[in-house]
């Protein structure tokens, strides 16, 4: 998965920086740590390392760059884990604001820290003519929103199997994510389009709906 998800962040680069626009594997390898415990840290970062340099050299990366890549994914996945079990301790789950703001904030500090080493090998070695800012903006930026949008689910999903909710709960969860769906759906059916006239509906209208399941 962690290299399928890596293949589609590859697909969609941004230019000049030379780094993925959305980068959805770093949800999947923090999610999984929290989802499976800290025990399974190193099966779960030897597997986003060898996932991210086969997704890289099948690219246009160099082996330097895939090792480092994959170094920092690995990495970025278990400092989150190591923050949030510090913070938090190794149960987490999203029961309470304190939670959700150390989730926010582990996001946020792991992949800069990370974006760091990531930045200067593109840098020196991709040759990439953008500077050292704007690739460490467009990575940290990537995936800190891979793991805001993913990891939540693999941890709550976590949560589900070991505790089941109620109907009641079940129900409005589908629901929830059936209207996501839909509304990814017509966003996708509107950009694809070249005879509708307004444009597509904001990305930003998915907040609501996220703050709805999240809550």
Known sequence: LYFLAARLGLALLAKPENVAIFWPASGLAAGALIFLGNRQRIPVAVGV?????????????????????????AGEAILFAGIIESRIGPNFKF????ATMWFFAAAGASTAVMAVIAAATIKIVGGSP?????IWAAWWEADAVGIIVLAPFLITLGDVIRNRLPPRELLEGLVGMTAIALYTLANLLLVSSDKLPWLPFPVAGLFPLFLWLGA
């Open 49 to 73: 390392f060898i996932a991210t340099v086969g997704a890289n050299l099948l690219g246009d990366r160099n082996v330097p760059m895939a090792v480092v890549f994959g170094l920092c994914n």
């Open 95 to 98: 029961g309470n604001l304190r």
């Open 130 to 134: 953008a500077s050292f800012v704007a």
